[in-house]
């Protein structure tokens, strides 16, 4: 059965940037899956003030607004749809208004129903962070993160951010499709960034995808004092990487005030698309 990849296109207040097409046509490709663009619309409350309304004419700037979200929703789907004809890449498209607030729940909720979620980002929008929260943590689904101001990657060299923790496993596990496609898989092994819970963690990964047929070598990094997100990231872009495969740290109620560095350090700013699982 074809993987199924979930894409939300933002269409408020700012919305997604057409590169994300060429993100979702070129992942779609290459894992040989199918695209469901979700095309999120803005609804708001309605304004019962009379007085409010003789000030401002909310009615007919929430219908222009709401139209402007349309327009921008249908080029970005028709960006999206003509870029995976062109990989060969089956698309569908599915419309629907929600209050803004509620996006990102609405995101994961149908995430729950794909396999995989490739999420747009930009440093300068938070509406896309949130959103991409809310789906690593609510959806159950390994998300996609890809940075939408930088053209595709090649996806053939994977590096694993490795610690032998749970999420960094289920990671693992949630990457194995884009691991079996690699040419080439490197584990990575940040050393004085905190404990780890033995000295030889990435050895023991190693010989676990070894069994499955992926060959894979070991990198030991020191952080030198930097962020571990951008240290990560520098290293996987040295090794000409094209993912990044990692766990995401953080509490699903409480993500704005326990998310790990890392994790928080990738939703800011992406420089290579990142698989992040919890």
């Known amino acids: 059965m ?73 080029a970005l789907a028709g960006a999206l749809k003509s870029t995976a004809a062109a990989a060969g890449v089956s698309f569908r498209a599915t419309e629907l208004s929600c209050y803004p607030y509620s996006v990102g729940d609405v995101v994961a909720d149908h995430g729950h129903y794909h396999d995989l979620i490739l999420a747009g980002l930009r440093p300068d929008d938070e509406t896309l962070r949130i959103t991409a929260e809310a789906a ?27 610690d032998g923790s749970r ?16 040419s080439s898989v490197t584990v990575a092994t940040v050393v004085d960034e905190k404990r780890l819970p033995e000295s030889a963690v990435e050895e023991r990964l190693i010989a676990y995808l070894a069994s499955h047929g992926i060959q894979a070598e070991a990198a030991k990094l020191r952080s030198d004092g930097k962020a571990i997100a951008g240290r ?24 704005d005030f326990v998310l790990g560095g890392a994790t928080r350090g990738i939703l800011t700013d992406p420089k290579i698309p990142v698989l992040i699982s919890h």
């Open 2 to 74: 074809p993987i199924q990849i979930l894409v939300p296109l933002h269409t408020y207040p700012d919305g997604n940037a057409e590169g994300i097409a060429l993100h979702a046509a070129a992942v779609a490709q290459h894992l040989r899956g199918q695209v469901h663009a979700l095309i999120l619309g803005a609804e708001f409350p309605r304004v019962s003030s009379p007085f409010g309304n003789l000030v401002v004419d909310v009615p007919t700037m929430i219908s222009e607004t709401k139209a402007k979200c349309h327009a921008r929703g249908n």
């Open 167 to 182: 999420v960094a496993a289920r990671a693992v596990a949630d990457a194995r499709e884009f691991l079996r496609r690699a």
């Open 232 to 255: 990560l990231q520098d290293f996987a872009r040295e090794r000409e990487a094209g993912l990044l495969v990692m766990g995401g740290f953080g509490h699903s109620r409480m993500r």
């Open 136 to 162: 690593i943590f609510g959806s159950g689904r390994p998300v996609l993160l890809v940075p939408e101001s930088h053209p595709p990657h090649s996806l053939q060299q994977v590096t694993i951010a490795w």
